[in-house]
């Protein structure tokens, strides 16, 4: 079947920025069909071009399911992918990219089925870094996983899997393999038998058990040991066999873990710690044991303060901060399964989780509320906060309660669940009613609601949600406030609303039912909108029942098909050559006699063994072809899962355009209808005006006769006012003419004048010339004067320079005069005195 064969791509639908949005989806679904037609280069060129491209998109939104072009680009990729020859890697890229959106993770895990095409691309053979990548996608893709029974790839998975946990960890890298193969071992066998049969079937169970608590105890991954431990223990003793002091164990090594992961910003660790500890409070056989574990307390206390730090190095790190925005939505996750176990020793935190959720607002929003909802919520049936608790809750209310601007789709639903929660606590209604608006409310809910609408099967879960908390809010509020009373109204005539309490009314989801019932059954409902929400449920409940017989008419019809092709390939396995049939008919009868006569010793074990050997051949044969019929099953099944996701949202898009369409008709019909009644207004105000009209114009017609008699006598009067104007114009103008002739002479003796008065000027500049000449050449001199006597000041300055130098020489030279003299005066004394000595009688 060409689940993508359909060529309507709703672009009536769309606009501009829709078709430029999904544009390589488009055509990467075309390349793809050129690739399976033709299985050339240039296809496969293309492919790896746009998935690349795809796969460095910046907007998570083009993976949402919701969409046709969406169905279509991932049918096309589990197409191409399980081809041999097309792009794997490039797809594993994308795969990766898609898994970070949560409606297109759960589509790729539970609609598209791209395990089985990653678990053939696992192997020995490629490189460690490849390794790495297509374990980080199959850990987030098999995350739910639903196996129901012996898919062909597991016995395979397993044996790789499990080698790659058992290998000894030499190198970081093989510890990381290790890491992540226990992972996706972990999500591939919990809840799921057949992956835990064949997970026994490939390894010695104990030993895998010893090295399991090894880990535990001293490696890596205790939590996702523990759920493995958990798994395996409830396969082969059973779930009721779990002892408490079992879960005991298990929530001290998460306990433990998720404070280790705190300290070390690990987001996988804490990821795992809140899968478990959320797996160990939904199951209701082991929900009574967590509740009973008493030490909770004091590691939680130390986590609040870890995490505290994590939100001020969140605000102010630079380098990484998806990685500390990760840790903290863990974080708050793991805490929100906590304290929704509403158990009594936690509430003494609920103050400082209430603050934390503050802090931790400012960057991860939507946590941090859902966090604090599970806080408020808790004293629903009380109707009053502990005073500790309401007074940081007031310090930090307003900023809570602004709607959230950014990407309101995502985080609006949270917020919908806080203003909901606050608004069961007498203190805090008049908070709600006086921070949030009816307008902002609603704008919030359709903001949702849109977002919703096209995330495939978690946005329906997502918007019955949404609708329930904001009618409910509604409904709370209604009776305070005739705004909110307004509001309820629109909220209950708006069509995508009713549908969805239609939906949440008629679903499986018993908690679900009584919610909508509640509301329904609430004294402030309007009875009309009931009978609308019923009737609209019988009509939604009568198309679901059709839509339901013709799928499960299409998928018996392939299951016969397949049924058939695996009875023809088992008779055809039991076949066997006519001697051989002979042989084994004679053996047989041989076997029957012997028994008979008690011979069974007499029987050769040769030909037992060749009976064995026969019999083993067939059922190895007939496994072959149960193995091969069952692929070729599940990826019939599969592309029926394709097809029936494609049909699902165009069907969705087609109910939204009829519903846009019967929008528009009510509308234009109402415009129609209020044009004709303007248009009735128009034609009596139309005769009105054309018979005052008419009354008008016999008045301005004998007003024209009047204005005309007076007109002429005023133009008579105006003749004879201009003759003797007239008149007096060429008495003046003959005057002027006088008066200009004295002018003209006045004006030539005053020319004379000024020609004498230009020559003096002339004159004047000239002398005035000759003066800026002089003073120029004065200028000259005294600028030459002053080089002359700078230059002699210079000389001056140098020769008394050199005259006290030659002073200091002069006295330097008569010291020295004088030194020599005194030297002169005592050689002598002493030559005297030596010469008196000598001349003495001896």
């Known amino acids: 079947m060409e689940v993508d064969g359909v060529e309507n791509w709703n672009s009536g639908n769309g606009n501009a920025a829709d078709a430029a949005k999904f544009a390589n989806l488009k055509a990467f679904v075309n390349a793809a069909r050129e690739f399976e037609a033709t299985h050339s280069e240039n296809a496969i060129n293309l492919m790896t071009r746009y998935l690349g491209l795809i796969a460095s998109s910046c907007d998570l939104s083009i993976f949402s399911p919701g969409r046709s072009e969406v169905c279509a680009f991932f049918s096309s990729l589990w197409r191409v992918m399980s081809d041999g020859r097309g792009p794997h ?11 970070l959106e949560p409606s297109a993770r759960h589509a790729l895990t539970h609609t598209y089925k791209f395990m089985p095409i990653l678990a053939r691309l696992l192997c020995n053979v490629i490189s460690n870094d490849k390794k790495v990548k297509l374990l980080s996608v199959m850990q987030d893709i098999s995350y739910g996983i639903k196996i129901s029974w012996q898919e062909s790839y597991l016995s395979g998975l397993m044996k790789q899997l499990t080698d790659w946990i058992l290998q000894p960890m030499t190198e970081p890298q093989h510890r990381t393999i290790g890491h992540k193969s226990l992972t996706v071992l972990v999500n591939v066998c919990y809840a799921n038998l057949p992956a835990i049969y064949a997970l026994m079937r490939t390894v010695d ?13 001293g490696g890596y991954g205790g939590v996702e040991v523990c759920r493995l431990l958990l798994c395996l223990s409830g396969a082969t003793r059973g779930a009721a066999a779990t002892r408490q002091a079992d879960v005991h164990s298990y929530l001290c090594c998460t306990m433990r873990t998720f404070r280790n992961a705190i300290i070390d910003r690990d987001a996988t660790q804490l990821l795992h710690a809140y899968t478990f500890i959320n797996d160990l409070c939904s199951d209701p056989n082991l929900r009574n044991y967590v509740l009973t574990y008493p030490n909770f307390n004091g590691p939680l206390q130390d986590a609040i303060k870890d995490t505290e730090g994590v939100c001020v190095t969140a605000a102010d790190d630079t380098a990484e901060p998806e990685t500390a925005v990760s840790c903290l939505q863990n974080i708050l996750k793991f805490l929100t399964v906590l304290v929704s176990l509403e158990l009594y020793s936690v509430r003494a935190q609920h103050g400082a989780l209430a603050a934390l959720c503050m802090k931790a607002s400012r960057l991860c929003l939507p946590n941090a509320l859902e966090l604090f909802a599970a806080i408020v919520t808790q004293y629903r049936d009380e109707g009053r906060l502990p005073p500790s608790l309401l007074a940081v809750i007031n310090e930090g209310l307003p900023a809570l309660l602004v709607p959230p601007a950014l990407e309101p789709g995502k985080v609006g639903l949270q917020w919908l669940v806080v203003v909901g929660a606050l608004c069961e606590c007498c203190e805090t209604q008049q908070s709600v009613l006086k921070e949030v608006t009816p307008d902002s409310f609603e704008d919030t809910l359709y903001s949702v609601l849109h977002h919703t609408s096209q995330s495939g099967t978690i946005g329906v879960e997502s918007g019955q949600h949404a609708v329930v908390v904001a009618c409910r809010t509604a409904l709370v509020l209604a009776p305070l406030d005739q705004r909110w009373e307004a509001a309820l109204c629109r909220l209950l005539a708006h069509h995508q609303v009713r549908k969805l309490l239609c939906a949440g009314l008629s679903s ?37 029942s059709e839509g339901v017989s013709c799928v499960s008419g299409g998928v018996s019809g392939g299951v016969s098909v397949g049924v058939s092709r695996e009875e023809g390939e088992a008779a ?27 011979k069974m010793c007499d029987v050769a074990t040769s030909s037992v063994m060749e009976l064995y050997g026969y019999k083993m051949s067939c059922l190895e044969q007939r496994l072959h072809s149960h193995t091969v019929a069952l692929q070729g099953a599940t990826e019939h099944m599969a592309s029926l899962q394709h097809a029936l996701a494609l049909l699902q949202a165009t069907n969705s898009s087609q109910q939204d355009v009829l519903y846009t369409t019967q929008m528009q008709n009510e509308k234009h019909k109402k415009s129609i209808e209020d044009l004709h009644k303007q248009l009735e207004d128009a034609e009596t105000t139309l005769r009105g005006f054309r018979a005052k009209l008419a009354a008008e114009r016999l008045d301005k ?8 008699k007076e007109c002429k006598a005023e133009i008579a009067k105006m003749e004879a006012e201009m003759r003797r104007r007239e008149k007096e114009a060429e008495e003046r103008l003959q005057q002027a003419d006088v008066e200009y002739k004295a002018l003209q002479k006045k ?35 005294e600028t030459a004067l002053r080089k002359d ?8 300055k140098q020769l008394e320079k050199s005259v006290v130098e030659r002073e200091a020489r002069l006295c330097q ?22 010469a008196h000595t000598n001349n003495a009688p001896s």
């Not at 890697?89 to 898994?99: N, T, Y």
């Not at 055809?572 to 012997?594: C, F, G, M, T, Y």
């Open 747 to 781: 004006l030539e003796q005053q020319c004379h004048k000024n020609s004498e008065l230009a020559n003096v000027l002339s004159k004047f500049e000239e002398r005035v010339r000759q003066r800026e000449r002089r003073l120029e050449d004065a200028a000259a001199a």
């Open 789 to 796: 006597l700078e230059h002699r000041d210079t000389v001056i």
């Open 89 to 99: 890697w490039a797809g594993v890229a994308v795969l990766a990219r898609a898994a």
């Open 701 to 708: 017609e004998h007003v024209k006769d009047n204005i005309k």
């Open 508 to 544: 499986n989801n018993t908690q679900r039912r009584k919610q909508v019932l509640q509301l329904v059954k609430h004294h402030y409902f309007p009875v009309d909108q009931m009978n609308q929400v019923f009737g609209e449920g019988a009509t939604s409940l009568s198309c679901m």
């Open 572 to 598: 055809w396995a039991q076949r066997l050559s006519p001697a051989q049939e002979h042989a084994i008919d004679a053996l047989v009868d041989k076997l029957n006699d012997a028994l008979r006569n008690d």
């Open 813 to 834: 030279v008569t010291a020295q005069l004088e030194e020599m003299r005194r030297v002169q005066e005592m050689v002598a004394k002493l030559m005297a005195k030596t």
């Open 205 to 217: 169970t104990k030993e895998f058990v010893v090295h399991l608590i090894n880990l535990k105890d």
